[in-house]
């Protein structure tokens, strides 16, 4: 991409999502940090990215001369430019403490806007900043004032102190999903702190962290996750050497290059309770919803790269004596692409607005708040992850043989989406989490509730392009009826309908509520997104709307492509 490229000044869609939910003085403080960040996502960052995934990956050096364990993970240059760029402009910091320029805090809206832009080049590292997220969020919430202290400045640093990047350990080889399994034991120490003994079989960013969040059990604990305590266990001792930590191996993954993901032993790795004792889960659970969150961040912004690497393909490339993106089949694929691409982003900014009360407290946050932000995780994590492997094939599909090329973009995207739907919980996984929330919260009656409640505060609205979702809503209804009626195993086998009919019903009413507003745009997006969500196949497509619309929706945000 040459250097006239913005990632952000190029989303007209992101600049109006932000608008929408950012007060307006941070709108015009964001607007231009993410111009600036945009700019570098769309160019050095991506060089950067290009060499990490090529030549630049992760190494392990196990042993220094004299044959010592030294267990270090070796990063080119250019990714610890990288590192520094985005956590000196504080996608993590902002969120847990002041912004000087404005005097305030800042928000997970504009965390996540960063992540985004981040994504679009280097969704690798993004994983880090997911887990550095992560343990800030335990750190500040449940470490004692003496552990805060000593590791928070750090976790969320932007230059003015060492920044300690962060981890959270979880699987182990025998139990992987099943956290329960662990075998990770913690021995109280003489000094008062614990010692850690036992292994983690997936442990992303080891070697780069300054601390890792573990989960491991006290002597004595109950089996099972009720069992699991939380600690935070520094990377090195204060002299530098290690804190009883080896690393086995490193994985050789198919995507996401850029983190190093290994196998670490924990050998009398010192360790400090965070919290209560056999509340681990509880808490990492808690920092779980927030990276589910991350991941589906990134998805989108691989969804967003693979549609603007697409469009301006197809701008560019002649051939049958005509640019691609004057056939009607191209026309149509990019609509269809642009269409779900907005409202799923539009979706997951209502999520991360959600998300953000929930989180930081603020105001009066109700059960239902909580289920409905449990709820829509779930949802939108599964359903962009599934896009955005589907968008990346999408994009290799557009670019033909040249798709398939190591010196474009998109062999990366395929690889690097492919972790997504496995990250933070399969679909299988994720649907079990939507039977868990029915019963606990009965939250399929709270999300039926909220959806009619905003269909029918479109008053006259759209009326016509309703009827689809009302009938979807009313099926839903039948379905948890059915399913609550169901022994066990016949409710896990239908938790993914549940899901995949909860999140077509959610994006349909935002794409309505959008269309709400009476732009010509927004009504067209709707028209489009309902179609091709609730139609299925139309063999005989007389009002030809893609192609209709074709200018609106996808020469909107760029003018110039040669048609």
């Known amino acids: 991409m040459g ?26 403080w964001a607007k231009e940090e993410l111009t600036e960040l945009g700019e570098s996502c769309a160019n050095e960052i991506d060089e950067r990215a290009v060499h990490t995934d090529r030549e630049g990956q992760p190494k392990l050096i196990k042993y220094n001369r004299m044959g010592e364990d030294i267990s270090e993970i070796w990063v080119n240059d250019g990714y610890k430019k990288t590192v520094e760029e985005t956590y000196n402009r504080g996608i993590v910091g902002f ?29 690798g590292f993004y994983c880090p900043v997911t887990l550095t997220m992560a343990t800030a969020y335990l750190l500040e919430h449940y470490a004692d004032a003496e552990v805060k202290g000593r590791f928070l400045p750090h976790v969320i640093s932007t230059g003015e102190v060492d920044l300690y990047e962060g981890a959270t350990f979880l699987t182990e080889r025998q139990g992987g999903s099943d956290v329960g399994a662990n075998e990770t034991k913690a021995v109280l120490s003489q000094e008062g702190h ?17 601390i890792a969040m573990v989960l491991a059990r006290i002597e004595g604990a109950p089996a099972g996750t009720k069992g699991l305590s939380l600690f935070a266990v520094p990377w090195r001792q204060e002299d530098g050497s290690l804190n009883g930590i080896q690393i086995r191996r490193l994985k050789d993954k198919l995507g ?9 032993v924990f050998d009398g790795a010192e360790a400090y309770l965070v919290g209560e004792p056999n509340k681990g889960i509880h808490y990492m659970m808690e920092a779980l919803n927030l990276s589910r969150v991350c991941n589906a961040v990134a998805s989108i912004g691989i969804m967003r790269r693979a549609y603007v690497e697409a469009r301006e393909y197809a701008g560019n490339r002649y051939t049958f004596g005509n640019h691609l993106i004057n056939f009607p089949m191209i026309r149509e694929s990019l609509v269809q692409m642009a269409v ?43 359903e962009t992850a599934e896009q955005a492997v589907h968008y990346s094939h999408e994009a290799i599909e557009m670019h033909g043989g040249n798709g398939f ?18 990250w933070e ?8 989490e939507v039977l868990r ?5 009965h939250v399929h009656r709270l999300f039926v509730e909220e959806m009619l409640t905003r269909l029918t505060s479109l008053g006259n609205v759209a009326e016509d392009l309703r009827e689809p979702v009302e009938s979807a809503i009313s099926t839903l209804v039948e379905l948890c009826d059915y399913v609550a009626s169901c022994n066990n195993d016949l409710q896990t086998f239908h938790s993914k309908k549940i899901a995949n009919l909860m999140v077509k019903i959610f994006e349909s009413v935002v794409a309505l509520e959008g269309a709400a507003s009476g732009d010509p745009r927004e009504i067209a997006k709707a028209e489009i997104f309902l179609s091709q969500t609730w139609n299925g196949v139309t063999w005989i497509d007389r009002e030809n709307k893609t192609l209709k619309h074709f200018e609106s929706i996808v020469k909107w945000e760029k003018e110039g492509l040669e048609v």
């Open 3 to 28: 250097k006239e490229r913005n990632f952000f000044t190029e989303d007209k869609h992101l600049q109006a999502v932000l608008q929408k939910y950012l007060e307006p003085s941070f709108y015009q």
């Open 95 to 123: 969120v847990h403490k002041e912004i000087p320029e404005l005097g305030k805090q800042g928000d997970y809206l504009y965390s996540y806007a960063q992540g985004y832009l981040l994504s679009q080049s280097e969704p």
């Open 194 to 210: 614990y010692l850690l003994q036992g292994e983690k079989y997936f442990a992303s960013n080891a070697g780069q962290c300054g």
């Open 256 to 264: 996401v290059r850029a983190v190093p993901s290994a196998e670490v």
């Open 340 to 382: 779900k691409l907005e409202v799923e982003t539009s979706a997951l900014f209502e999520l991360i607005s959600l998300f953000d009360r929930v989180m930081r407290k603020e105001g009066t946050v109700s059960e239902k708040d909580v289920a409905l932000n449990r709820l829509l995780i779930a949802l939108l994590k599964k």
């Open 405 to 422: 090329i190591e010196d474009f973009v998109t062999p990366r995207l395929v690889r690097d989406a492919q972790v997504l739907t496995v």
């Open 425 to 432: 919980g399969t679909a299988n996984i994720l649907g079990l």
């Open 437 to 441: 929330l029915m019963k606990k919260y």
